[in-house]
C-alpha cells in the first residue's frame, strides 16, 4: 500500500486521503457495508455501488470545499438519490440505506489506526463531516420516496376496493367496503361516473353492506354520489341497509329525500330491474 503521509502533513485533503489508499479503503468499505446489510446484498453488488460513490466522492474533492449541496458534489448527489429511491423500492430500511455510506468512515478509520496517521486524522475528521451530510441526504431522499411509494400504494388500494359492477343493461353496482373519508369518496365518485357513461347506465346501486357504521359524514359522502349521478341522467339506490344502521341514520337524523334505500342487495337488483321494464319471475 502507497505510504500515508503527504509530503506536506498540513495540507493534506481528505481527496488524497482516499486516492492514495484507494484499493485498501474500496476493500474495506464493501466488505463493512456488505456484512451490515446481513447478506442482503452480495459483496459483488455492495462493491458496484460503493465504487460509482467512491469515484464521483472523489471527483467532488475541491479542496476545503466540504459543502455537499455545492456544485462540485452535484453528480455524487444524483447518483445517491438514485441509489436512495432504489433502496426505498426494494424494501430496505432507513438505516440500510445510509449504511453504504457510512462504512466508509469506518474503512478509513481502520486504515488510520493501523498506521497512527496524524494528518490522516485531520483529513478524516473532514471526511467524515461529509460522510454525515451524505448519509442524511441518502434518508432525506429515502424518506421522499417512501412516501411517494405508499401514496401510490394506498391510491391503488382505493381503486382496487371501489369495483364498479355492470349488473344488467343499464344497470351498474358499486359494492363500497370499509369507511367512506373524503379521498375515497372522490375514487368513489369517478369511478361510479366514470361506468355510468361508459355503459349508458341508468340505474346504479351502491351497496354499503361492507361499510361497518353510517355517521352524518358518510351519509353526506353518499348524497353527494348519488347526486353527482342525477347529474348524468341515472338514478342510484342505496342497500345495505341494516338495522343497526337504520337505527343510527333515524337517531342522526339524516334524510335520504327521495332515494330508494333497500335492506339487501338483492332488494336493490330487484327494484332496478323493474325501474328498467323487467321483471323476474320463478320458472315452473
Same mark, same amino acid.
Given at each position: 500500500?502507497?505510504?500515508?503521509?503527504? !509530503?506536506?502533513?498540513?495540507?493534506?485533503?481528505?481527496?488524497?486521503?482516499?486516492?492514495?489508499?484507494?484499493? @485498501?479503503?474500496? @476493500?474495506?468499505?464493501?466488505?463493512? /457495508? %456488505?456484512?451490515?446489510?446481513?447478506?442482503?446484498?452480495?459483496?459483488?453488488?455492495?462493491?458496484?455501488?460503493?465504487?460509482?460513490?467512491? #469515484?464521483?466522492?472523489?471527483?467532488?474533492?475541491?479542496?476545503?470545499?466540504?459543502?455537499?449541496? #455545492? &456544485?462540485?458534489?452535484?453528480?455524487?448527489?444524483?447518483?445517491?438519490?438514485?441509489?436512495?429511491?432504489?433502496?426505498?423500492?426494494?424494501?430496505?430500511?432507513?438505516?440500510?440505506?445510509?449504511?453504504?455510506?457510512?462504512?466508509? $468512515?469506518?474503512?478509513?478509520?481502520?486504515?488510520?489506526? /493501523?498506521?497512527?496517521?496524524?494528518?490522516?486524522?485531520? %483529513?478524516? &475528521?473532514?471526511?467524515?463531516?461529509?460522510?454525515?451530510?451524505?448519509?442524511?441526504?441518502?434518508?432525506?431522499?429515502?424518506?421522499?420516496?417512501?412516501? /411517494?411509494?405508499?401514496?401510490?400504494?394506498?391510491? %391503488?388500494?382505493?381503486?382496487?376496493?371501489? !369495483?364498479?359492477?355492470?349488473?344488467? *343493461?343499464?344497470?351498474?353496482?358499486?359494492?363500497?367496503?370499509?369507511?367512506?373519508?373524503? +379521498?375515497?369518496?372522490?375514487?368513489?365518485?369517478? /369511478?361510479?361516473?366514470?361506468?355510468? =357513461? *361508459?355503459?349508458?347506465?341508468?340505474?346504479?346501486?351502491?351497496?354499503?353492506?361492507?361499510?361497518?357504521?353510517? *355517521?352524518?359524514?358518510? +351519509?353526506?359522502?353518499?348524497?353527494?354520489? =348519488?347526486?353527482?349521478?342525477?347529474?348524468?341522467? %341515472?338514478?342510484?339506490?342505496?342497500?345495505?341497509?341494516? !338495522?343497526?344502521?337504520?337505527?343510527?341514520?333515524?337517531?342522526?337524523?339524516?334524510?335520504?329525500?327521495?332515494?330508494?334505500? $333497500?335492506? #339487501?342487495?338483492?332488494?336493490?337488483?330487484?327494484?332496478?330491474?323493474?325501474?328498467?321494464?323487467?321483471?323476474?319471475?320463478?320458472?315452473?
Amino acid at each position: 500500500m502507497d505510504d500515508l503521509h503527504s !509530503p506536506d502533513p498540513t495540507e493534506q485533503s481528505w481527496g488524497s486521503l482516499l486516492r492514495t489508499n484507494r484499493e @485498501e479503503v474500496l @476493500e474495506k468499505w464493501t466488505q463493512t /457495508a %456488505a456484512a451490515n446489510l446481513g447478506g442482503r446484498m452480495t459483496p459483488a453488488e455492495m462493491g458496484r455501488d460503493v465504487d460509482e460513490i467512491y #469515484s464521483a466522492l472523489v471527483r467532488a474533492d475541491t479542496g476545503d470545499q466540504i459543502d455537499i449541496r #455545492s &456544485a462540485a458534489y452535484a453528480d455524487l448527489r444524483s447518483l445517491l438519490t438514485e441509489l436512495s429511491r432504489t433502496r426505498a423500492r426494494q424494501g430496505f430500511s432507513p438505516t440500510e440505506t445510509a449504511v453504504g455510506v457510512y462504512a466508509l $468512515k469506518d474503512a478509513v478509520l481502520e486504515i488510520l489506526e /493501523a498506521h497512527g496517521d496524524l494528518p490522516g486524522y485531520r %483529513a478524516f &475528521a473532514r471526511l467524515s463531516r461529509i460522510v454525515d451530510d451524505l448519509g442524511m441526504f441518502m434518508l432525506e431522499t429515502y424518506a421522499t420516496t417512501r412516501e /411517494a411509494v405508499i401514496a401510490e400504494q394506498a391510491e %391503488a388500494l382505493l381503486e382496487l376496493s371501489t !369495483p364498479v359492477v355492470k349488473l344488467w *343493461d343499464g344497470i351498474v353496482a358499486l359494492p363500497l367496503v370499509g369507511t367512506l373519508d373524503s +379521498a375515497r369518496t372522490q375514487v368513489v365518485m369517478e /369511478a361510479l361516473l366514470q361506468t355510468l =357513461v *361508459d355503459t349508458g347506465s341508468e340505474h346504479a346501486i351502491i351497496d354499503i353492506t361492507g361499510v361497518p357504521a353510517v *355517521d352524518t359524514q358518510v +351519509a353526506q359522502h353518499l348524497l353527494k354520489t =348519488v347526486q353527482a349521478a342525477r347529474l348524468l341522467g %341515472a338514478e342510484c339506490i342505496i342497500s345495505g341497509i341494516r !338495522p343497526q344502521i337504520a337505527q343510527t341514520v333515524v337517531a342522526l337524523g339524516i334524510e335520504f329525500g327521495d332515494i330508494h334505500t $333497500k335492506a #339487501s342487495l338483492a332488494d336493490a337488483i330487484l327494484l332496478a330491474m323493474r325501474r328498467s321494464g323487467l321483471d323476474v319471475v320463478k320458472s315452473r
